[in-house]
């Protein structure tokens, strides 16, 4: 029973993964750059909700009214005043611009808010606490639920709104040929300043979440970029909801692993993102040379 | 006053000149073929014209306005639309999708969907399929039609008979054919002299980035051109 | 078509004579520097030694391979690591050193195995999640107690002064012969294919540049040296704590050196490691607005002078010091007259 009480908190954990690691893939499927201020980012906004939740006693989800917007905005400052600029010098030069940005939002945030834990979850009454009875002793957490059903809806509407929508047609032709789309009347700087504010919008949500489920200091930025990162790997980019795959991928390797052994939640995350890895390039060889072998007789 | 004029435009590519001090004009109503062989700087020049190049030096006027500054997504705006080199479809887009993305440009016309399904009778039964699983044909013809949903005043075709079958080019062109004969203005780039010379009034031949020949396409010998082509004689301007 | 006899290709110029000159009567003073500098001083070049060391490395890495990492203290906290490991063993603590830098090589190459098939961004945070892995791997060795970190005890057989002057020659000589293997490396047939697959990977490939094997060596070299690097760190500060070795700190420090001192270029490093050497002895006590300001240097470095300041300073005034590349000398106006002659330099 506990081993599956562990697989239903696996596959909720996938849910938060998806919410965080979905920004990150999206602002890398239409712009090819990889944020590594994006952890960080989550921790601004968890800093942001939780300043509105103990300063000014607003529930942290009232509080979003006002951060999602903010975070939007930065998005779009962040598009075209570092990534605009710095993607032209070629593809490794947005990375090193990013890198440079999260150790200047962590050590900011340090200097604002010191080195104490904090935490979202005493804001919310008892939704960190509460739990739904499975019967048979076993308990899943309301809010590990509630961050799965937000996630879906999360990615849902992010699919709804790429499909049906203008601008969410504009940014899937923008990621495909950024060029051709100019010639079609696209202002492709534009569609990827909207695409960013739209990315960081999920990283606002995922801050949320994540100041909810688990304790933040100015530094757990880094550990939620890798986090982010491996999901969507694991999941493989390109659709949202290879995301959510990789999440529950990732959540599930997780708190099996922190079953088996105290270090394992980490390092069995890790291993099954480095399988992954591995194999997706072992595969891809072994089908070359099989295509090859067939094709050309070597 | 012409609706495109063209002033000593120079492009470069990197440390290559692909258009060196090309001056043309296009009337209202006019059909240009630019032909010339491979890396004349047909395509450079044609891109060069929708924004995707900035040039070096020279000029781009649009009816007068001055364009040669202005963004490629604002030139849609104003009314020029190319079909690129290769088609260059969205490939993960369906047919329709691409079609309304070109919306994007704001422009005001008769141009919609319904209106280019039936232009190209071909694509009604494709209108729901991804463009990747469009056949040749079918995706020139998306391409056009994407580049007309744009409701432009120039369009600028370049090699859209490049890689189809002899039928598909029949239907491409007739298409175009009724372009024409609805008034549009066309500058198109055509390895096919034949085509070339069948569909336009005007014939530009390019080597080397320069316009070497100009003029009628009724006037001009098959001699001319060929001479021109492949760069047996400096510039002369035929009446 | 016969060659031109009268043009000739030239690797080195009388500058760069001059410099190679400077830079040899520089080393011999640095060796007889415990005779008559400061033990101050001595611990501080030591350090300045040490950055040298990664600032090269890095650049060997991003410049000349187009890999950005940001998990090189992966291998710097693995040298510390295996240095106090192979001295538990029984093993000279300078020798355990240059042992653990080796070992370390050995290590990557399984890690390249994984890793050199990502491209830019995916490599940079794939190495971030490697250097994690290890530094828990690290952690489940029953004498790293956790943070508290362990001492490499067995420095403790030499007196102090002895310490720091092996250290300090330790370091000189690290930081040459990391100078000298890339000096070499880029002056060879693999330096013309790191040059190729920097600039495009795809052409290089095609005209037969091995991309895979050039990359994985430049990798394992860049291993061997942060190792050795964090070996000595070890040797300066004998403590060996997992949480600092492994810190995605080494790795703003590495790009913050690089990028300042101009990434792509042979000079470049080293200048960045004394910007950054001076910087922090200057405001390193600033706290975390130290870091912040190191950050934002880089951001702004990345946006506006990618190229850093030596890049800067050739571009401008086409300066190259030292000669890992090739000039081409054409006959002027008149061919006697060497110094009329135009050169065309290609790096």
Same mark, same amino acid.
């Given at each position: 029973?506990?081993f599956?009480?562990?697989? &239903?908190?696996?596959v909720?954990?996938?849910?938060?993964?998806?919410?965080?690691a979905?920004?990150?893939?999206f602002?890398?499927?239409?712009?090819?750059?990889?944020?590594?201020?994006h952890?960080s980012?989550?921790?601004?906004a968890?800093?942001?909700?939780?300043?509105? @939740?103990?300063?000014?006693?607003?529930?942290?989800?009232l509080?979003?009214i006002?951060v999602?917007?903010?975070?939007?905005? *930065?998005?779009w400052? *962040?598009q075209?005043?570092?990534?605009e600029?710095?993607?032209?010098?070629?593809e490794?030069i947005?990375?090193?611009?990013?890198?440079?940005?999260?150790?200047?939002?962590?050590?900011?945030?340090?200097?604002?808010?010191?080195?104490?834990?904090?935490?979202? @979850?005493?804001y &919310?009454?008892?939704?960190?606490?509460?739990?739904?009875?499975?019967?048979?002793?076993?308990?899943?957490?309301e809010l590990?639920?509630l961050?799965?059903?937000?996630a879906?809806?999360l990615?849902?509407?992010?699919?709804?709104?790429?499909t049906?929508?203008?601008?969410?047609?504009?940014?899937?032709?923008?990621a495909?040929?950024?060029?051709?789309?100019?010639?079609?009347? &696209?202002?492709?700087?534009? &569609?990827? @300043?909207?695409?960013?504010?739209?990315?960081?919008?999920?990283?606002?949500?995922?801050?949320?979440?994540?100041?909810?489920?688990?304790?933040?200091?100015?530094?757990a930025?880094?550990l939620?970029?890798?986090?982010?990162?491996?999901a969507?790997?694991?999941?493989?980019?390109?659709?949202?909801?290879?995301?959510l795959?990789?999440?529950?991928?990732l959540?599930?390797a997780?708190?099996l692993?922190?079953?088996?052994?105290?270090q394992?939640? *980490?390092?069995?995350?890790?291993?099954?993102?480095?399988l992954?890895?591995?194999?997706?390039?072992?595969?891809?060889?072994?089908?070359l040379?099989?295509?090859?072998? @067939?094709?050309?007789?070597? | 006053?012409s609706?495109?004029?063209i002033?000593?435009?120079?492009? +470069?590519?990197?440390?290559?000149?692909?258009?060196r001090?090309?001056?043309?004009?296009? #009337?209202?109503?006019?059909?240009?073929?630019?032909?010339?062989a491979?890396?004349?700087g047909?395509?450079?020049?044609?891109?060069?014209?929708?924004g995707?190049?900035?040039?070096?030096r020279?000029q781009? +006027?649009?009816?007068?306005?001055?364009?040669?500054k202005?963004?490629?997504?604002?030139?849609?705006?104003?009314g020029?639309?190319?079909?690129? #080199? =290769?088609? +260059?479809l969205? $490939?993960a887009?369906?047919?329709?999708?691409?079609?309304l993305?070109?919306?994007?440009?704001?422009?005001?016309?008769?141009w919609?969907?319904?209106?280019?399904?039936?232009?190209f009778?071909?694509?009604?039964?494709?209108r729901?399929?991804?463009?990747?699983?469009?056949? =040749?044909?079918?995706?020139?013809?998306t391409?056009?039609?994407?580049?007309?949903?744009?409701n432009p005043?120039?369009?600028?075709?370049?090699?859209?008979?490049?890689?189809?079958?002899?039928? $598909?080019?029949?239907?491409?062109?007739?298409?175009?054919?009724?372009?024409?004969?609805?008034g549009?203005?066309?500058v198109?780039?055509?390895?096919?002299?034949?085509?070339?010379?069948?569909?336009a009034?005007?014939?530009?031949c390019?080597?080397? =980035?320069?316009?070497?020949?100009?003029g009628?396409? =009724?006037?001009?010998?098959?001699?001319?051109?060929?001479?021109?082509?492949?760069?047996?004689?400096?510039?002369a301007r035929?009446? | 078509?016969?060659?031109?006899?009268?043009? /000739?290709i030239?690797?080195w110029?009388?500058?760069?004579?001059?410099?190679?000159?400077?830079?040899?009567?520089?080393?011999?003073?640095l060796?007889?520097?415990?005779?008559?500098?400061?033990?101050?001083?001595?611990?501080?070049?030591?350090?300045?030694?040490?950055?040298?060391c %990664?600032?090269?490395? !890095?650049n060997?890495?991003?410049?000349?391979?187009?890999m950005?990492?940001?998990?090189?203290q992966?291998?710097f906290?693995?040298?510390?690591?295996?240095?106090?490991?192979?001295?538990e063993w029984?093993?000279?603590?300078?020798?355990?050193?240059?042992?653990a830098?080796?070992?370390?090589?050995?290590?990557?190459?399984?890690?390249?195995?994984?890793?050199?098939r990502?491209?830019?961004?995916?490599f940079?945070?794939?190495? !971030?999640?490697?250097?994690?892995?290890?530094r828990?791997?690290?952690?489940?060795?029953?004498?790293?107690?956790?943070?508290t970190?362990?001492? %490499?005890?067995?420095?403790?057989?030499?007196?102090?002064?002895?310490?720091?002057?092996?250290?300090?020659?330790?370091?000189?000589?690290?930081?040459?012969?990391?100078?000298?293997?890339i000096?070499v490396?880029?002056? /060879?047939?693999?330096? /013309?294919s790191?040059?190729?697959?920097?600039?495009?990977?795809?052409?290089?490939? /095609?005209?037969?540049?091995?991309v895979?094997v050039t990359?994985?060596?430049?990798?394992?070299t860049a291993?061997?040296?942060?190792?050795?690097?964090?070996?000595?760190?070890?040797?300066?500060?004998?403590?060996?704590q997992?949480?600092?070795?492994?810190?995605?700190?080494?790795?703003?420090?590495?790009?913050?050196?690089?990028?300042?001192?101009?990434?792509?270029r042979?000079?470049?490093p080293?200048?960045?490691?004394?910007?950054?050497?001076?910087?922090?002895?200057?405001f390193?006590?600033?706290?975390?607005?130290?870091l912040?300001?190191?950050?934002?240097?880089a951001?702004?470095?990345?946006?506006?002078?990618?190229?850093?300041? !030596?890049?800067?300073?050739?571009d401008?005034f086409?300066?190259?010091?030292?000669?890992?590349?090739?000039?081409?000398r054409?006959?002027?106006?008149?061919?006697?007259?060497a110094?009329a002659?135009?050169s065309?330099?290609?790096?």
């Amino acid at each position: 029973m506990a081993f599956l009480t562990a697989l &239903v908190e696996g596959v909720l954990l996938g849910g938060y993964y998806a919410m965080l690691a979905c920004g990150l893939s999206f602002m890398f499927g239409v712009m090819r750059i990889i944020n590594l201020a994006h952890g960080s980012l989550a921790i601004v906004a968890a800093f942001a909700l939780w300043t509105i @939740a103990d300063r000014y006693e607003y529930d942290p989800f009232l509080a979003l009214i006002v951060v999602l917007p903010v975070m939007g905005g *930065l998005g779009w400052l *962040l598009q075209r005043g570092i990534l605009e600029r710095s993607a032209r010098s070629g593809e490794l030069i947005p990375i090193l611009s990013t890198f440079g940005l999260a150790i200047v939002v962590e050590n900011v945030l340090f200097e604002c808010f010191g080195a104490d834990i904090r935490s979202l @979850a005493p804001y &919310v009454g008892s939704l960190a606490y509460d739990s739904f009875d499975l019967g048979g002793g076993s308990y899943i957490g309301e809010l590990a639920v509630l961050t799965f059903a937000v996630a879906i809806l999360l990615l849902g509407g992010l699919q709804l709104f790429l499909t049906y929508t203008p601008l969410g047609r504009q940014i899937r032709a923008t990621a495909e040929d950024p060029d051709t789309v100019e010639l079609v009347g &696209v202002n492709s700087r534009f &569609v990827n @300043a909207m695409a960013a504010s739209i990315a960081l919008v999920t990283v606002g949500l995922a801050g949320l979440f994540l100041a909810l489920r688990s304790n933040f200091d100015p530094y757990a930025g880094s550990l939620q970029l890798i986090f982010a990162f491996e999901a969507g790997v694991i999941g493989g980019t390109g659709s949202l909801w290879g995301t959510l795959a990789g999440g529950i991928i990732l959540g599930l390797a997780q708190t099996l692993g922190a079953h088996i052994h105290p270090q394992g939640f *980490l390092l069995a995350g890790h291993a099954v993102f480095l399988l992954v890895l591995v194999g997706r390039l072992y595969i891809s060889r072994h089908a070359l040379r099989g295509f090859l072998k @067939a094709r050309l007789g070597w | 006053m012409s609706l495109l004029s063209i002033t000593a435009l120079d492009i +470069r590519h990197g440390l290559l000149q692909a258009v060196r001090e090309v001056s043309f004009q296009v #009337e209202q109503g006019e059909t240009v073929a630019l032909i010339g062989a491979n890396g004349a700087g047909k395509t450079t020049l044609l891109r060069g014209i929708a924004g995707s190049h900035r040039p070096w030096r020279g000029q781009i +006027r649009l009816d007068g306005t001055d364009i040669t500054k202005m963004p490629t997504y604002q030139r849609v705006a104003m009314g020029i639309a190319l079909v690129p #080199e =290769g088609r +260059r479809l969205f $490939a993960a887009m369906t047919v329709e999708e691409n079609l309304l993305i070109a919306r994007a440009s704001g422009r005001k016309g008769d141009w919609t969907v319904d209106r280019v399904m039936e232009t190209f009778p071909m694509l009604k039964p494709r209108r729901h399929a991804r463009c990747g699983t469009l056949s =040749g044909g079918e995706q020139q013809a998306t391409a056009i039609g994407r580049a007309l949903m744009t409701n432009p005043r120039l369009l600028l075709l370049d090699e859209v008979s490049l890689g189809l079958s002899p039928l $598909a080019v029949n239907l491409v062109y007739k298409s175009v054919e009724a372009l024409i004969s609805s008034g549009a203005t066309i500058v198109l780039v055509e390895q096919d002299l034949n085509r070339a010379l069948k569909v336009a009034n005007r014939v530009m031949c390019m080597l080397e =980035g320069k316009i070497v020949v100009e003029g009628n396409a =009724g006037t001009l010998t098959r001699e001319q051109i060929t001479d021109a082509y492949f760069g047996h004689q400096k510039r002369a301007r035929v009446e | 078509m016969t060659a031109d006899p009268r043009i /000739s290709i030239q690797r080195w110029t009388n500058l760069s004579i001059g410099v190679a000159v400077v830079v040899a009567v520089l080393f011999v003073v640095l060796a007889a520097g415990p005779a008559f500098l400061s033990e101050n001083l001595i611990d501080r070049l030591t350090v300045l030694f040490i950055y040298v060391c %990664l600032a090269v490395m !890095w650049n060997a890495l991003a410049g000349y391979g187009g890999m950005i990492s940001a998990g090189q203290q992966a291998f710097f906290g693995l040298g510390g690591y295996l240095a106090i490991r192979l001295s538990e063993w029984g093993v000279e603590p300078y020798v355990a050193l240059i042992l653990a830098a080796l070992l370390a090589g050995v290590f990557s190459l399984p890690i390249s195995a994984i890793v050199l098939r990502l491209r830019a961004g995916e490599f940079a945070i794939g190495m !971030w999640v490697i250097a994690e892995v290890v530094r828990l791997l690290v952690n489940l060795d029953p004498i790293i107690q956790g943070d508290t970190g362990r001492s %490499l005890i067995a420095l403790a057989t030499f007196d102090a002064v002895e310490r720091r002057d092996y250290t300090y020659w330790l370091a000189l000589v690290s930081m040459c012969f990391l100078l000298a293997v890339i000096f070499v490396m880029l002056r /060879s047939r693999l330096g /013309s294919s790191i040059q190729a697959i920097r600039d495009n990977e795809e052409a290089a490939a /095609s005209v037969g540049v091995r991309v895979l094997v050039t990359k994985r060596i430049i990798f394992v070299t860049a291993a061997i040296g942060c190792a050795l690097a964090g070996g000595l760190w070890l040797a300066t500060f004998t403590t060996f704590q997992p949480r600092s070795f492994f810190g995605i700190q080494w790795s703003a420090y590495m790009i913050f050196m690089v990028l300042v001192g101009g990434i792509g270029r042979f000079e470049g490093p080293i200048l960045g490691a004394i910007i950054f050497f001076l910087i922090e002895l200057w405001f390193g006590t600033a706290g975390v607005w130290y870091l912040v300001i190191l950050g934002l240097t880089a951001l702004l470095f990345s946006l506006f002078l990618p190229g850093g300041i !030596w890049g800067y300073i050739e571009d401008r005034f086409h300066v190259l010091l030292l000669p890992v590349g090739y000039r081409v000398r054409m006959p002027g106006p008149s061919a006697e007259d060497a110094d009329a002659s135009q050169s065309v330099t290609a790096k």
